[in-house]
């Protein structure tokens, strides 16, 4: 099967006072339709940026370069025209803080039509129509009544609710969510990854979701690609992720998960050290400082993402030797 | 809603009240009186005279005196210009002053807004330096040097306009006889708008700039929206928040004080009303202007609190 996206050697970069800052380095990932792949590093890794560079959204400093292929169009070569006709339609972006994502000075009927009358020409009533349609299998009471408020008067949760409804109006191909529950309360999260659970069910668009929460990929996704300092160091079924990681980076964040079965006191095994600094970065392998097996051959020469079987991938020299 | 407008309406009377006996009294301390530049008359002339205007009495009785008069909506008569009172005056004077002033700040906020959002499109761009370099220029350039030079240029050299007379003349009212009767307020107009379009344009640049970065411009145009759509829909609304607070206090001010540009233009409005009453002592005539000044600021700032509410819903007014 096509993949809905490739993205072919992006590379990500920030021009700031002090230098280009490298954000995003030649990532190569493809995603298939109907697929959920999981990203996953901590702040900083790169992993919001790989796609709103992906979508056009990068802040004014920022650029993209590399290819990013959707449904056999590079992105990056389209002009502002060309892409809009994509963004919103076939793909759509969920952001992160709902609060402020939204129009304040917008009722939310408004904000969820405008996309309909934009890509799909409908009249405003049609759209009013569909809009209902998406709100009520989001799961937004007394939509009606909700449809003329502003977003002001909506909780953290039905904001996030509306933003979901905001991206699946068109029924897009791919849909991308940044870090879609990191500000809700836990019981409000749950709920909206039981909406992306049903939504995986019944929709044919694939989903990227963008997280630092190993909890909610291994509820949700078919695929992970780990991402350490803008690269990816592994990419595996998620089964296998969370069987037998394989990069020292991926084995640590599992073994920073709290886990039930450990007695409360326990401590929890952090990562030692800190992510190195995206200005300057190392020429070897970006983790080698803070990993606990580092040789000589790791500080000096980046590892490549290697292929270990068919569906995994990891950058490390260690496996190699092993 | 309206609760609030009642709510402001019914503060703005101690208001007033706080304005009116603070200025009378900062009016009278003021050394010198009305009669003083007339060295010449008698003293018994002059005290007739005070007395006519009960400047004899104790300043308490007068202040009790003009307050009575105020309640009444009365604002007495002018000590400089004989047989007219306050309110004849200013029935004269804010006409004029209303037809440039707003004329001016109209015309100052159209062009102060479009430049300040195409400056904040082009943020560090060479449209945005220029649009910028022009407003600093626009602001640094005072109206007594702007104005006597628009004179110069419009007027004397190039005879297109007339000069500080409310008469049509000039050669563009020869050329185009429709537009006649507009001719003496273009040259005005223009000196009093252009340092407006300059802080307009700045204020407007600013605050898009910061609307730009937020998160729901992101959100607008993942939607794939236009950017004419983001601009104007999403952005604008909130990007014309200050300006708005800024607008309300300069029409007041700009209505009622345009006293550089309506001397240098010889213009009689309620700027020359003012400086003349406050150079003759005119106590009447200053403490009326001082009052239809400052109804103007207080109407003005409601009006910029109720579109507030209109602008950002999270503002509900009467909250």
Redesign the interface.
Known sequence: MNPVLTLDHLNVSFATNNGEVSAVSDLSLSITPGECVGIVGESGSGKSQTFLGAMGLLANNGTATGRVVFQGQDLLTLDRAALNKIRGDRMAMIFQDAGTSLTPHMRIGDQLIEVLTTHKGHSRQAARQRVLEVMESMRIPEIEKRLTQYPHEFSGGMRQRVMIAMALVCEPDLLIADEPTTALDVTVQAQILNLFRALKRHTKSAIVLITHDLGVVAGLCDRVAVMYAGRIVEEAPVADIFAAPKHPYTQGLLKCMPRLDQLLDAELDAIPGQPPNLQNLPNGCAFAERCVNANTRCHNERPALRELSSARRAACHLLEAA | MLSFALKRLAIAAPTLFIIVSLSFFLMHTAPGGPFDAEANLEPQIIANLKAAYDLDKPLFQQYLIYLGKVAQGEFGPSIRYQDRSVTQLIATGLPVSLRIGLSAIFIAAMIGISLGITAALN?NKTTDYVVMGVAMTGIAVPSFVLAPLMTLIFGVILKLLPIATLEPGGSLARTFPAIAPLTPYILPIIALAIPQVAIISRLTRGAMIEVL????I??????????R?VVW??AL??GLLPVVSYLGPAIAGIVTGAVVVETIFQLPGMGRFFVQGAINRDYPLVLGIVIIFATAVIAMNLIVDLLYGV????VKAGD
Do not use: I, S, V, W
């Open positions: 943020q970065r937020q998160n729901y992101r959100t607008a145009r993942a939607k794939g929206l236009a950017e759509r829909r999403h609304q909130a602008l950002d819903p999270k």
